[in-house]
């Protein structure tokens, strides 16, 4: 069956770092694989997108890559705040009429000032 | 834009009672999906709209749960009845649907706990 696996231990590391998650994935041939932030008591906010022809994306902070050969994608928040602490999904989705993605069930990542 | 608004936003309810969860999208998204989240199973898809039609509601978990979108701007969340298990936040999220980052925009989501 189909599994998105993401650490279910929370990331603790100090502020200035660059915090690095993990998405593996199997039985899976995602088109797209995203990326989402989840605070506390709040809805996941989108954040990156990234397709299964493209190696890496950038945005600000934020560096994703994508490896369709491993079944990997790796998420980076450089120079890290405290302000970054909050779960973090990953969800993985098809092309075309199933377009809807599948979520994992997110890290959670503390940022220690 | 007020973002998707989801009421209410918690809800106590006891055992066998019916509960009526709302939502109401970003104006001009065509897309709407409800998922319940919680500590065991995560973020899991119940049922998307397109276009006010239901396309897939394989995530329902049974009969005692439906789903209405009457019209482009309102949806609802119905359980009836209740049952502890239901206990969760269920989350409604919308889309322009098959854009560019497929990207979905949730709500606050509503808080359930059923005694």
């Known amino acids: 069956s189909q599994k998105i696996e993401q650490n279910s231990e929370a990331l603790n590391i100090q502020e200035g770092k660059t915090a690095t998650l993990t998405c593996n994935y199997t039985n899976y041939s995602p088109a797209y694989l995203q990326w989402y932030r989840q605070d506390p008591g709040r809805g996941p906010v989108f954040l990156l997108l990234i397709r299964e022809n493209e190696k890496e994306k950038r945005k600000e902070r934020l560096k994703v890559t994508f490896d369709t050969t491993l079944k990997q994608s790796l998420f980076h928040i450089t120079a890290s705040q405290p302000a970054d602490s909050a779960t973090y999904l990953c969800a993985l989705g098809k092309s075309g009429g199933s377009y809807i993605p599948t979520f994992g069930r997110g890290t959670s990542l503390i940022v220690h000032p | 834009d007020a973002g998707v608004i989801q009421s209410p936003r918690h809800e106590v309810t006891e055992m066998g009672q019916e509960v009526t969860l709302r939502c109401k999208p970003i104006?001009?998204?065509?897309?709407l999906f409800w998922y319940r989240q919680t500590m065991m199973r995560g973020l899991e898809l119940l049922i998307y709209?397109?276009?006010?039609?239901?396309?897939?509601d394989s995530g329902m978990p049974e009969d005692r749960f439906s789903a209405k979108m009457p019209n482009a701007s309102f949806s609802t969340l119905k359980i009836q009845p209740s049952e502890p298990r239901d206990s969760a936040v269920y989350f409604c999220?919308?889309?322009?649907?098959?854009?560019?980052?497929?990207?979905?925009?949730f709500g606050p989501g509503t808080r359930l706990t059923v005694t």
């Open positions: 999220a919308s889309s322009l649907g098959q854009s560019y980052s497929y990207e979905q925009y």
């Open positions: 709209f397109n276009n006010n039609v239901p396309i897939d």
């Open positions: 104006s001009g998204h065509n897309s």
